[in-house]
């Protein structure tokens, strides 16, 4: 068992969202071992308060004043105005955990109106996993908790992708033609960390240029996928309009991407190891709420720096190769990126072992950069 990063508000009711076997629940009850706990997967709770929300109020003790949790709102949106009302009217806290958002906001519920916080909660990050990670298990299962509990992790992240194609996807209605969402999520896998081109996605999927958007968007209310924008404050020059997308986990990734005799598996790996440093970015700035808003930048002119993070604890800027020595052309892109933003510190990962520096920009080993993440941001 390892100890998260993220802590709870206090005396404050809260939306814990994030992707299914991110550990919400699991740290939902280390946390909260003395609330009243509604799971909405049990069958038999769902459907009573399904019919009748207002049920609520019986599942709590009589002048209990504590914390209730309720695992996987989203199944009975209609619920939210009954938790509206028992916070306004009882004084209970709420802890309300969901792995999608879709069905919250088509149905216009506004989130409470503002009377409860929104958290997140993403994959375990190196700083986490402390002696157990290891680099070259998280470039291929990724880190999501089972991924490192599993003694068959390949098998469980495929059975992790059936399981969102079959209880998401086609138990919840979210997409239609079935067949041709599973054909974009191969397409959509070949797209990992690169320039989104949603007419190049549709032409490999033969799904029409509509539903892939839709298909994004879906992606995106189950977060499971992200689209990262360029960074374009104060630019002084032209720069690439398409935002960048990210499955959330490398070892997701790997699951869903096709793979054959044609395909470089260093590629593949260079997509992995930047999805890594993506995933260990969202859920540090998210855990510690650290209030970076995360982007990429690209010119027109194709100069490019994986991340930046932007807000105001400053400007960080990130590039990550595998590479076990660096030169002066592989720092290109941030000496760029510092000319243009000279408040910005620049971050090399590589895969060497020692520490560096090229003027302003610092050079880490990766391992050693991604398990001290939470003190560089």
């Known amino acids: 068992m390892y100890t998260r990063l993220q802590k709870a508000p206090v005396n404050k009711s809260f939306f814990l969202f994030g992707p299914r076997g991110t550990g919400k629940t699991t740290w939902v009850r280390q946390t909260f071992r003395e609330a009243v706990y509604l799971d909405l997967l049990e069958a038999g709770l769902f459907n009573e308060l399904l019919a009748a929300p207002q049920r609520l109020a019986n599942k709590v003790p009589a002048g209990y004043s504590g914390w209730v949790v309720i695992d996987e709102v989203q199944r009975v949106p209609g619920l939210l105005n009954e938790i509206h009302r028992q916070i306004e009217n009882s004084g209970l806290k709420f802890v309300l955990t969901g792995s999608n958002t879709r069905k919250l906001r088509r149905k216009g519920y506004n989130l409470l109106a503002g009377r409860a916080l929104a958290y997140s909660m993403h994959p375990l990050t190196a700083a986490e996993l402390g002696k157990d990670f290891k680099l070259e298990h998280s470039m291929r299962f990724g880190q999501l908790p089972c991924a490192y509990r599993e003694a068959d992790p390949g098998a469980y992240l495929e059975s992790y992708v059936r399981t969102y194609l079959k209880e998401e996807i086609q138990a919840e209605g979210l997409a239609r033609n079935l067949e041709g969402f ?189 398990k001290n993440l939470p003190e560089i941001l």
């Open 182 to 370: 599973a054909r974009f999520l191969e397409a959509a896998s070949f797209s990992q960390a690169a320039v989104l081109n949603m007419s190049a996605v549709s032409r490999d999927c033969a799904v029409k240029r509509k539903a892939v958007e839709d298909y994004f968007t879906i992606l995106e209310d189950l977060l499971i996928g992200t689209r990262v924008p360029v960074f374009v404050k104060k630019a002084r020059r032209r720069m690439s309009a398409h935002p960048k997308f990210y499955f959330f986990d490398a070892g997701v990734y790997r699951a869903v991407r096709p793979k054959g005799p044609l395909d470089m598996p260093e590629h593949i790996d260079g997509h992995a190891l930047e999805t890594l440093l993506f995933q260990e970015l969202t859920a540090i700035n998210a855990a510690l709420r650290l209030g970076y808003g995360l982007y990429y930048w690209r010119t027109a002119g194709n100069t490019e720096v994986d991340f930046v993070l932007y807000g105001e604890r400053g400007i960080k800027a990130f590039e990550i190769k595998r590479t076990g020595r660096v030169n002066s052309d592989m720092t290109r892109s941030l000496r760029a990126f510092l000319k243009e933003y000279p408040q910005a510190k620049g971050c090399f990962l590589y895969g060497g072992t020692r520490k560096e520096r090229d003027g302003n920009i610092g050079i880490i080993p990766i391992a050693d950069a991604l």
